[in-house]
């Protein structure tokens, strides 16, 4: 497995800031639907170049948050809860795959991933959500790529894993702590090797969000009414 995620650029930490933000005011409802985002404005907000803003308006883009028209700016799209909730179904049934036969393949060796559980646990010590997300991604990362097929590493890349993570977060008000430790399940049945564990664990890990997603949105906590 490869080594420890490695600390990344500043530009990719301003554009994870800046998107984390930008989505915590869309579900606060700080952001309607319809509001424009100027790239300038944020940028200046932000003390940054437009180059993070743009790239993290993209992100929201890429999760139907946001929509960009030419000559009409970047503006606040107005969404259904069934958008956020898409993605959970397709995760399960991929990373049950994934984790299945990264099981077969890893033959016990977790010290990867039990360095992404210990970050995730000393970022949500210090309150460092960016540092954790990082890390939670990296450990599904390592889970898809171990399974050695390309095609569900292609698709699994295609679904915006680390602005979805982040949507996860920042929309089911997940506790920091208790988002290190949902991961243990999943590491604990590959360390023993036994990918029908492994595969029900990371399914039950997306189901999990899912149902929490939704039970905070039919609770009346959508972002925008």
């Known amino acids: 497995m490869s080594p420890s995620p490695v600390r990344p ?10 998107r984390e933000a930008l989505l915590e005011r869309i579900f606060d409802g700080s952001y309607q639907p319809g509001k424009r985002l100027v790239e300038t404005v944020v ?3 932000f003390g940054t170049s437009q180059a993070p803003v743009r790239e993290a308006l993209r992100d929201l883009e890429a999760l139907r948050l946001v ?5 009409h700016g970047t503006h606040v799209r107005a969404f259904e809860a069934r958008e956020l909730l898409e993605i959970y179904p397709v995760r399960a049934v991929l990373e049950e795959l994934a984790a299945r036969e990264a099981t077969s393949r890893l033959h016990g060796d977790v010290r990867a991933l039990k360095r992404c559980l210990e970050g995730m646990r000393a970022a949500a010590a210090k309150g460092d959500s960016r540092r954790e997300i990082h890390y939670d991604v990296e450990f599904h ?6 399974a050695g097929n390309d095609v569900l590493l292609r698709t699994w890349q295609s679904l915006a894993i680390e602005s979805r993570t982040t949507m996860t ?9 208790e988002l290190a430790e949902l991961h243990v399940p999943i590491l604990e049945a590959i360390e023993r090797q036994d990918p029908a564990a492994a595969g029900a664990a990371a399914r039950q890990h997306f189901k999990y969000f899912g149902d929490r997603l939704r039970a905070r949105l039919e609770a009346g ?3 925008a009414e």
């Open 9 to 18: 650029p500043r530009r990719v930490v301003l554009r994870d800031q800046i």
């Open 221 to 223: 906590h959508q972002p």
């Open 43 to 45: 940028a200046k907000e």
């Open 141 to 146: 990362r390592l889970i898809v790529s171990a």
């Open 169 to 177: 977060v920042v929309a089911g008000s997940v506790d920091r702590a």
């Open 67 to 71: 929509q960009s028209e030419p000559f």
